[in-house]
T-cell receptor, first 112, second 112 residues
Framework: DAKTTQPNSMESNEEEPVHLPCNHS???????IHWYRQLPSQGPEYVIH???SNVNNRMASLAIAEDRKSSTLILHRATLRDAAVYYC?????????????FGKGITLSVRP | DAGVIQSPRHEVTEMGQEVTLRCKPI?????LFWYRQTMMRGLELLIY????????DSGMPEDRFSAKMPNASFSTLKIQPSEPRDSAVYFC??????????FGPGTRLTVT
């Protein structure tokens, strides 16, 4: 499985932007970059995904490096509710490659 | 839609007893996944189904674990006999094709 590397933790202030980095130097050409997050005592929830181009949705933005070896999840204005573990995952779109393999993720703390 | 439904939410049982966890996926989804989460091992995929057929059970820890999906709206994960090391939070997730996965709230299992 292609692997991702994330810092263990990050702190942010409420209402400020947050940039969560992810390295994936062994990414293959067909791997999508997915982000999920897990709020305390809840199941993971989908955040965003992309292949090559930057992506935006109502929750976040995903900035993908030109060589695709790294990406950054951007929360534009952190709220207390954004405190969670964020997982960066590489995922193919066919067969066994479509499985989600969760690493340790990055724990985001948000200060009021 | 009510989302993925899991029952029970909490289960406490004694070692050696049979445990059955239940999952109702989102209507129309054709993939169903069972995960287990512990502090030591993180979030692990146990098994997944496509159109009610088990596709990959390589994550099932041992023969004490079994999973079934008799129809598109119901799946069970059974542990027989249960052991203390099976204590974990078990999540069920579903998706349409290989799209984003929607997770249930989880079942917290404690085996004493």
């Amino acid at each position: 499985d292609a692997k991702t590397t994330q810092p263990n933790s990050m702190e942010s202030n409420e209402e400020e932007p947050v940039h969560l980095p992810c390295n994936h130097s062994t990414i293959s050409g067909t791997d999508y970059i997915h982000w999920y997050r897990q709020l305390p005592s809840q199941g993971p929830e989908y955040v965003i995904h992309g292949l090559t181009s930057n992506v935006n949705n109502r929750m976040a933005s995903l900035a993908i490096a030109e060589d695709r070896k790294s990406s950054t999840l951007i929360l534009h204005r952190a709220t207390l509710r954004d405190a969670a573990v964020y997982y960066c995952i590489l995922r193919g779109n066919t067969g066994a490659n479509s499985k989600l393999t969760f690493g340790k993720g990055i724990t985001l703390s948000v200060r009021p | 839609d009510a989302g993925v439904i899991q029952s029970p939410r909490h289960e406490v049982t004694e070692m050696g007893q049979e445990v059955t966890l239940r999952c109702k996926p989102i209507s129309g989804h054709d993939y169903l996944f069972w995960y287990r989460q512990t502090m030591m091992r993180g979030l692990e995929l146990l098994i997944y189904f496509n159109n009610n057929v088990p596709i990959d059970d390589s994550g099932m820890p041992e023969d004490r674990f079994s999973a079934k999906m008799p129809n598109a709206s119901f799946s069970t994960l059974k542990i027989q006999p249960s052991e203390p090391r099976d204590s974990a939070v078990y999540f069920c997730a579903s998706s349409f094709r290989v799209g984003e996965q929607y997770f249930g709230p989880g079942t917290r299992l404690t085996v004493t």
